[in-house]
């Protein structure tokens, strides 16, 4: 198993599997809103983008079928680990 990141880190077009979230870095009405977008532990992401200008805010992720952007304070708060893509033969 790769070793985990955060979000903020993990490479564009990369998935990963949420492994822990320190819900004590983000405030509560925050957290209750990613919780409704899908953002718990053991859920699949792809990080698609993430802003210009050397500030990297907000980022994109894919979440299900559904493209979420989240802060990036709120993607240091949340540990990933990458997972391998596996094409078919």
């Known amino acids: 198993m790769p070793p985990s990141t955060t979000l903020d880190l993990l490479s ?10 320190d819900w004590t870095a983000i405030s509560e009405n925050e957290g209750r809103r990613l919780r409704a977008l899908g953002i718990e532990e053991g859920v699949s992401v792809e990080k698609l983008y ?3 200008f050397g500030v990297n805010d907000p980022i ?4 299900g079928r559904m493209m979420i952007a989240v802060r990036r304070s709120h993607a ?3 540990s990933v ?3 391998a893509v596996t094409t078919p033969v």
Do not use: T
Not at 12 to 21: C, D, N, P, R
């Open 81 to 83: 680990c990458p997972v």
């Open 76 to 78: 240091r708060a949340i």
């Open 50 to 52: 993430k802003g210009m």
């Open 60 to 63: 994109a992720l894919k979440v």
């Open 12 to 21: 564009l077009k990369q998935s990963a599997e949420v492994v822990a979230i």
